[in-house]
């Protein structure tokens, strides 16, 4: 989201409960079995997760209770996810788009470490795990990625893992973007596209980036628009609805 809102200090904060005490236990998985990235992008496409708030994470196995009860209107979704399997491309997305979701094999050593790069030396392999993935480092090759064990582990949470360790970048999970639904308020109109074709408008709002404008009525995209095309001009603000990042209606005050 703040990648997409070009936002780095927008304050989201989704509910990791919600996804895995709801949406993995419908699927018989708990902290015992684990659950697939794939999966869980899938629920985050499918079924949305709510912002922390609403379902705050509390430690350990638990049904699927205490959601806010106006949970079903505070429903995050991606549009999408697909898979990347080439380094190159792995760089070229974290670079431009966002972090990605990595998968590697954790051995016993991995459990030492403290901070550098790691790369494998002794012990089992005790399991799989999945991390955030946020950069990478081609002079000395490796991957930097963010871990979910607290900040008490390796470099502040973060970690360093050379390139090709441990199955870190036979493939990696890319969420396409977020399908943003939901009224925004107090909005600025700072530009308008439109090209030679029926009902293909798109505004740009400050603070959202470019949103298309609904064209379902022919009468209702004529009035959106206006009131769009005049508040740009009088430097007036507007309400938006958006649904799926389309704007569905417009209040100009």
């Known amino acids: 989201m703040r990648r997409q809102r070009n936002s780095p200090n927008l304050a989201v904060d989704y509910s990791e409960a919600h996804l895995y005490y709801c949406h993995a236990r419908s699927e018989g998985r708990n902290c015992g079995n684990g659950w697939w990235p794939d999966r869980a ?6 079924k949305g997760v709510v912002d922390d708030a609403c379902y705050p994470y509390t430690a350990g196995d638990q049904a699927c209770t205490g959601l806010c009860a106006d949970n079903q209107s505070r429903l995050t979704k991606i549009t999408g996810w697909h898979r990347v399997s080439d380094a190159a491309a792995m760089k070229e997305w974290i670079s431009t788009q966002g972090p990605l979701v990595a998968c590697y094999t954790v051995y016993q050593d991995f459990y030492a470490y403290r901070g550098g790069i790691y790369t494998y030396v002794s012990g089992n392999a005790v399991g799989g795990h999945c991390v955030c993935c946020v950069g990478y480092n081609d002079a000395e090759r490796y991957w930097i990625c963010k871990n979910s064990w607290g900040t008490g582990f390796g470099e502040s949470g973060y970690f360093r893992i050379a390139y090709g360790q441990c199955g870190i970048d036979s493939f990696m999970d890319a969420a396409d973007g977020i399908a943003e639904t939901g009224w ?26 470019w949103r298309k404008v609904s064209a379902e009525n022919d ?35």
């Open 41 to 46: 992008l899938n629920a985050v496409r499918d």
């Open 184 to 209: 925004e308020r107090d909005k600025r109109v700072t530009g308008l596209w439109t090209i030679n074709e029926d009902r293909n408008a798109w505004v740009h709002v400050a603070g959202l980036g």
């Open 219 to 253: 009468n209702i995209f004529v009035d959106m628009l206006a009131q769009l095309v005049a508040a740009k001009a009088g430097a007036r603000r507007v309400d938006l609805y958006q649904e799926n990042a389309m704007i569905k209606q417009t209040y100009v005050f």
